[in-house]
């Protein structure tokens, strides 16, 4: 259960952040003093903070920096009145989360404290680097021990204590954000603040709000001065997730702080210097992106320093099992389940999905399988119907696969019936984009092993799988048009 701790000596106040609070599952902490405050922070420490800026017998600022001696990582959100707004705005430069004007609205309350957990479990959470299928005491773990995710391990002990960019690749649903705070955590900045922003997720305009902040009236809807995430990150981390996503304009913005660690709020002048180190992430095809100036190639280099790129869950082999294992027990305390095993039939198919949606889809179909099990075993009547559809339709596609490449008469015959003026090339290309097709679903998608399979590299299959209009999703498909 998190814990609020709320400091200030106006009664109605902690009264108000009680009653916000008391249907939810967060314990609220009070106290009237600063140094009951800091005693409470020392005896429960508290997950979120909630500081007066006036006290009276001291001074918030000055309270706030005893705060970060003691717990540097706690979020310190401040309660200000109105005409008091600059000096929370200077005690954010200084490091506290965000800040909340009286008279406070307890729907503003609940959300920022929300957020300033989250970024408090993000921060305090480590990542730990396992094959074991019991799950770790505290915080996250990565499971796998196939040699794609053992390199993966070596690739963030190399970088982690490096203080460079790093840019994590891979599908959705693979894992980026659990790489990103566990290079965090192995850093020499694993003291300082970290937050994590989903660039696709917010607008442009938004977006460039959060992360460069803005000055009072830049935009419409701007009614005061916003500190951005650069600026209350100094010293931290800031992880990037789907960069791929972010305007041209917010891509400049973000390469000149890369070069020059310099920024402007949206609508000011005024030249704001931090000190972040960026982690970025995408599942999108960013040299393509290049191609099509749809993004930077300047800002690409900077934010490219370092690559890891991850594997997708079908690359993984035995390390399906192994998650399995490991979300079976963290599910059966969450659920309250005493599930033992999966049975071997159930097992098969879940080995063999090609999980287009990686280690979080896993998660899905695990948990709602666990909730429709009326037994300690899983088996193939508990799992969701989707994981049937997806493994009859691979099964058909190789099939279908097969026929088709008996029919290369029937293409031929085509080629004369429309007078094709280049036949050599067009059967050529039909019989690359069958081979490949073909390879493809032998290896359920894996392009390592269908590269090695084809005895060409691996950049090179994706040129050919792009210049031949096959798509690799649940099944392996090419488009004859």
Wanted: charged share 30%; glycine share 6%.
């Amino acid at each position: 259960m998190p814990k609020l701790l709320v400091i200030d000596d106006d009664r109605s106040v902690l009264r108000l952040v009680e009653k916000s609070f008391e249907d939810s599952n967060v314990s609220v902490l009070t106290a009237g003093t600063a140094d009951e405050g800091m005693e409470s922070i020392k005896r429960d420490e508290p997950d979120a903070l909630l500081l007066d800026i006036m006290l009276p017998e001291a001074n918030g600022l000055e309270v706030a920096t005893q705060v970060k001696h003691l717990d540097a990582k706690l979020p310190i959100i401040f309660i200000t009145a109105l005409d008091d707004s600059d000096t929370a705005i200077n005690a954010m430069t200084r490091g506290a989360y965000d800040y909340l004007l009286k008279p406070l609205d307890k729907q503003h309350v609940q959300d920022i404290v929300e957020r300033a957990f989250e970024t408090r479990r993000l921060m305090q959470s480590p990542v730990h680097m396992q094959d074991a299928s019991t799950p770790a005491e505290q915080g996250d773990a990565m499971v796998g021990r196939s040699a794609a995710v053992m390199d993966v391990y070596k690739q963030i002990g190399r970088v982690a204590p490096q203080d460079v960019a790093v840019l994590i690749r891979g599908e959705s649903g693979t894992g980026k954000e659990l790489v990103a705070r566990a290079i965090y955590h192995h850093s020499a900045r694993k003291g300082e603040c970290f937050m994590a922003i989903n660039c696709a997720a917010l607008s442009d305009t938004l977006l460039e709000s959060e992360l460069f902040g803005h000055e009072k009236g830049a935009f419409t809807g701007a009614e005061r001065r916003h500190i951005g995430k650069f600026e209350q990150c100094n010293g931290g981390t800031i992880f990037l997730d789907e960069i791929g996503d972010m305007s041209p304009s917010t891509q400049s913005k973000v390469l000149r702080l890369l070069q020059e660690q310099k920024f402007e709020r949206v609508g000011g002048t005024e030249t704001i210097e931090t000190d972040v180190r960026i982690i970025s992430a995408t599942n999108r095809d960013l040299e393509q992106m290049i191609k099509d100036n749809e993004f930077r190639l300047d800002l690409f280099h900077r934010l490219n320093t370092f690559e890891i790129e991850l594997p997708p869950l079908r690359e993984r082999g035995n390390d399906i099992k192994l998650l399995l294992e490991y979300f079976l027990a963290i599910f059966n305390k969450k659920l309250q389940k005493q599930i033992t095993g999966i049975s071997d039939e159930a097992m098969k198919i879940l080995t063999s999905s090609p999980w287009p949606g990686n280690i979080r889809e896993l998660q899905g179909v695990l948990r709602k399988a666990m909730l429709m099990a009326t037994g300690p075993v899983l088996v193939p009547e508990f799992l969701p119907d989707e994981v049937a559809r997806a493994e009859d339709t691979v099964g058909s596609s190789k099939d279908a696969g097969h026929r088709d490449e008996l029919d290369f008469g029937a293409f031929l015959d085509k080629l004369s019936s429309n007078q094709s003026a280049d036949r050599y090339g067009d059967a050529l290309q039909w019989m690359e984009r069958h081979l490949l097709t073909h390879v493809l679903s032998e290896t359920n998608g894996n392009q390592s092993k269908a590269a090695e399979r084809l005895g060409i590299t691996r950049g090179s299959l994706r040129n050919k799988i792009r210049s031949l209009n096959i798509s690799i999703d649940n099944v392996v498909t090419a488009d004859d048009e």
